[in-house]
């Protein structure tokens, strides 16, 4: 690209006018404020003053010099005076040697020399006589006088001189006369001349050393001032050398700053031109070359913007014959001649846009810029599809997009808004972010901008209420970000972000938190115990009830393979099959026991179900372990399984017990009338050696049969109904009663029995000899179990007293014994379960015990004691006190 450019200024014609306007306007206080600035004020100063001194120098030595020229003159008149007075004593010694007539050739030469000499300085006083004394005076008119009368004695002393010198002939007395005579004369004007001027040499004399000390002191000071205004104007010299140094460079950088810039003209991706105050071409770049329709050459330069743009209409024109250009004309030049800047974007041939910006240079020129802007129309016309685009997927979406500036205020929002907040998008732009947020969420939105702004394009998500046109509000999520600064908008906007409705969202998720709350509950309340298992096989959740049991914080199991926490034998093979299952197999949950000890460090049975859970891809992520503590349960079915075996076994006694007994009593009667007719039978015969035999036998049937009617007795008091009248028991009465029943029996075998009852102890409510029958059943296991002991001796304790729990109280019957094998405790209360020899024991006394004590609503435990011996416990109601009872009898 070239740019040509003549000159960027206007003519030298111009320019020169403009000078000698500027010079004849320069004034005297801007000449001094020049030179002020050129030397300073201490310059202008000692200018000044030297400028005085050396006219007072210059004035002194004019006087100075007369004086001078006077002196000298006059003292060449004195001289003169003096040889005129030399040349009229030589005139007298002349005239005395003629006199004497001893005048020799010599001293006639000399006396003609001495005439000359005289007349000649006759002549010069003569001559500078007018010098020094302008009007001719007495004495002038003397030495006139005296000069032309020594002129004609000359003439006639000079003959007789010759002839005196040539004969020896005297001089005639006339001539001696005339001789003396000018001789006198001569010396008397002299004398009057060197009067003359002596009066004269002394006044000049006088004024010429007055004149001396100003001379002196104009001369120092012109020379002082001289010097200090050499020094400033070499200062200022300097100075302005410097000046004009840095002037010099700057006009070079000038120089390449306007090089600098015609080549950044020429290389201006936009056609340039300027023109001159009279719309002429002064330069112009390639571009505008190139945007003008003919182009535009060197040759241009100079010629009138009209004359360039009737060229390029015709060149258009000649493209487009039928197009008329008489409003593009008028229409460009009104622009050209626009005062004011202008930009213009017009589409012109071809589809292509330009864009003129017009505008004036100080000096009245125009300046024409000319971009192609087809690019950038094309570009403008994709970015706004674009966003019409993004503005309809905007739009699209669910969530309300927008944007706010600085103060707040919203400079966008989508048209979503309609339906999160009821206003209109054109609403909202504008209004302040806060008027749409509840009152109570304000500080929370400040909370976030503050981080907002700590962390910029870091994005923030909220909740928050927002204030509906109609006056509700509306729960939204808020995720904002306040953009870096480099895609901010170019700082249009300083936060972005969404809205998005998630009222029923919060909804569904407290719905779903009080499900989970009510379903964590369930679980945490429920007596049994849960664990939650992982895939990797260790705990993630256990219940309350189960760290209860376990004694263990969560934090302690959770994480813990649960085969360590629980004893579950569950097999690997199933839990593997398990993991490993696919979506639709189907799976069976598993039941088993697992014993599990709990803090007092009791074995408990807990039946546990063990059950898969699938997550939503179908695959199983957990397992859940379900546990249910059944010692108690387990216990209880046995009890109640041997209650109702006792039951049947009751019902079975008593239908026994009847059948048996009137055979029974058969026998025994039969064998009762065999004994008594063997023994009332006097004949010994009858029976012979056989008769004790008989007798032996006799006896033993009936002990036999007594023994079996006992049983059977028994046998029917188990299985009599409880619903006998019950009674009052004062528990001290019956434990006395019941021991000294066997204490015979005791002393025999020599165990020793003691009571302990509480003297507060309250009365029972039962049936008073069943209780008893029960106390003497546990006193006589209990001395069998002493005297089966290796010790076979020991004693019994009956103790009495009431519970811990109100309105019960426990009869303890404990020995010394042996104690119960561990083998013997589950089943001790089993009918006819007996460890005694055969014939012994029957194996009824605590079965038929265990069931009096129930049917009196209490029940009875054994257990072995720490200290060695059984301990029986029987647990019975207390009795109501006496007016309680008749209380209660009455209602
Ligand atoms: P029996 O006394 O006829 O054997 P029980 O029902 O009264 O029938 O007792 C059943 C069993 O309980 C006894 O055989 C004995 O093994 C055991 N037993 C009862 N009391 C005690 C005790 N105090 N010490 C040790 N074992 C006992």
Redesign the pocket.
């Known amino acids: 690209m070239s740019l040509v450019a003549p000159s960027l200024t206007p003519s030298a014609g111009a320019d020169a006018g403009d000078a000698s306007r500027r010079r004849s306007s320069v004034t005297t206080l801007e000449l001094l404020s020049r030179l002020r600035r050129a030397i300073g004020l201490t310059g202008m100063l000692f200018s000044a003053a030297a400028i005085v001194l050396g006219l007072m120098s210059f004035a002194v030595s004019i006087g100075y010099d007369q004086i001078n020229d006077d002196l000298r003159f006059v003292r060449a008149q004195r001289a003169i005076g003096l040889e005129i007075q030399t040349a009229g004593e030589n005139l007298d010694r002349i005239a005395v040697g003629l006199l004497g007539g001893k005048l020799s050739q010599r001293t006639m030469t000399e006396s003609v020399t001495l005439l000359v000499q005289w007349e000649n300085a006759a002549k010069r006083f003569f001559a500078i006589c007018p010098d020094i004394l302008p009007q001719p005076n007495d004495l002038t008119r003397r030495v006139e006088h005296l000069c032309t009368e020594f002129a004609l004695f000359s003439q006639r002393f000079e003959p007789a001189l010759q002839k005196y010198a040539e004969t020896g002939a005297v001089v005639s007395e006339d001539l001696y006369s005339a001789l003396l005579d000018v001789s006198k004369r001569t010396g008397q004007t002299a004398q009057a001349i060197d009067s003359a001027f002596t009066t004269r040499y002394a006044e000049l004399v006088d004024s010429h050393n007055r004149f001396a000390p100003a001379m002196l002191v104009s001369t120092v000071g012109f020379l002082f001032a001289g010097v200090i205004l050499i020094i400033v104007l070499a200062r200022a010299a300097t100075r302005h050398h410097v000046a004009s140094q840095a002037a010099i460079a700057a006009s070079v950088d000038a120089q390449r700053s306007r090089q600098q810039l015609l080549d950044a003209i020429a290389t201006l991706p936009v056609g340039f031109a300027l023109y001159d105050r009279d719309e002429r071409l002064v330069l112009f770049n390639q571009a505008s070359s190139d945007m003008t329709a003919g182009g535009l050459t060197p040759q241009d330069v100079g010629v009138r913007y009209e004359t360039l743009l009737d060229r390029a209409i015709e060149v258009v024109q000649s493209r487009e014959p039928e197009r008329d250009f008489d409003e593009v004309r008028a229409a460009n030049v009104a622009r050209f001649r626009r005062r004011d800047a202008v930009t213009e974007e017009r589409t012109e041939a071809a589809g292509r846009s330009f864009r003129y910006i017009n505008s004036r240079t100080a000096d009245g020129g125009t300046v024409v810029i000319k971009a192609d802007i087809t690019t950038l129309k094309q570009s403008e016309a994709v970015a706004l599809a674009n966003e019409r685009k993004y503005q309809s997927l905007v739009n699209s979406l669910a969530d309300t997009v927008f944007s706010l500036d600085r103060e707040g205020s919203f400079t966008y929002v989508s048209d979503r808004v309609v339906d999160l907040l009821g206003y209109r998008a054109d609403e909202l732009l504008g209004r302040s972010v806060l008027e749409v947020f509840h009152p109570l969420d304000r500080p929370l939105l400040a909370g976030v901008v503050t981080q907002l702004r700590a962390a910029r394009g870091k994005v923030e998500a909220f909740t928050c209420r927002l204030l509906r046109k109609d006056g509700g509000y509306r729960l939204t999520e808020i995720r904002v970000a306040a953009p870096e600064k480099h895609a901010n908008g170019g700082g249009e906007w300083a936060m972005i972000g969404i809205g998005r409705n998630v009222e029923a969202q919060h909804q569904m998720e407290r719905s779903l938190h009080d499900r989970m709350e009510r379903l964590n509950s369930i679980v945490q309340s429920t007596g049994a115990f849960f664990l939650l298992v992982g895939r990797d096989l260790r705990v993630v959740m256990a219940n309350n009830g189960f760290l209860e049991f376990a004694g263990a914080r969560e934090e302690e199991i959770v994480a813990r393979p649960f085969t360590e926490i629980v004893n579950c034998p569950i097999e690997p093979a199933v839990i593997d099959a398990w993991l490993a299952a696919e979506p639709d197999q189907e799976l069976q949950p598993l039941a088993l026991d697992g014993p599990l000890v709990n803090t007092r460090g009791e074995t408990r049975t807990i039946r546990f179900t063990v059950n898969p859970v699938r997550g939503d891809s179908g695959r199983v992520e957990h397992i859940v372990l379900l546990g249910v503590d059944e010692t108690d349960r387990r216990r209880t079915e046995l009890e109640l399984f041997n209650a109702s075996r006792l039951a049947t076994l009751g019902e079975m006694a008593s239908g026994i017990a009847h059948e048996i007994n009137q055979p029974l009593a058969v026998i025994c009667l039969a064998a009762e009338y065999l004994l008594d007719e063997l023994r009332e039978t006097a004949d010994a015969t009858l029976v012979g050696e056989s008769r004790p035999f008989i007798d032996e036998q006799c006896t033993r049937i009936i002990a036999q049969a007594e023994r079996a009617a006992t049983i059977i007795r028994d046998l029917r008091g188990f299985a009599r109904k409880p619903d006998e009248a019950s009674e009052r028991i004062d528990v001290r009465i019956a434990l006395r009663t019941a021991a000294n029943m066997v204490s015979e029996q005791l002393r025999l075998a020599g165990v020793k029995i003691e009571r302990d009852v509480s003297a507060e102890c309250p009365a029972i409510f039962g049936h008073a000899s069943r209780l008893q029958q029960v106390i003497i ?2 006193i ?3 001395r ?3 005297l ?1 002991g290796t010790a076979r001796t020991g004693s019994i304790v009956l103790r009495a007293r009431a519970t811990p729990l109100p309105g019960q109280v426990a009869i303890i ?1 404990e ?1 010394d ?5 561990d083998h ?1 405790l589950p089943r ?9 020899p055969t014939g ?10 265990y069931q009096i004590v129930r049917n009196m609503g209490g029940s009875i435990v ?1 257990d072995n004691r720490p200290e060695g ?2 301990r ?1 416990t029987i647990t019975l109601n207390a009795a109501p006190e006496p007016a309680d009872e008749v209380t209660q009898t009455a209602a």
Request: aromatic share 10%; glycine share 16%.
């Open positions: 059943n546990l006589l296991n209990a069998d179990a002493i089966d019957v020995d014994g042996p104690g119960i094998p013997v001790l209360f089993e009918p006819f379960f007996t460890t005694k012994k024991g029957t194996g009824l006394g605590l079965s038929i015990s054994a011996g059984a029986f």
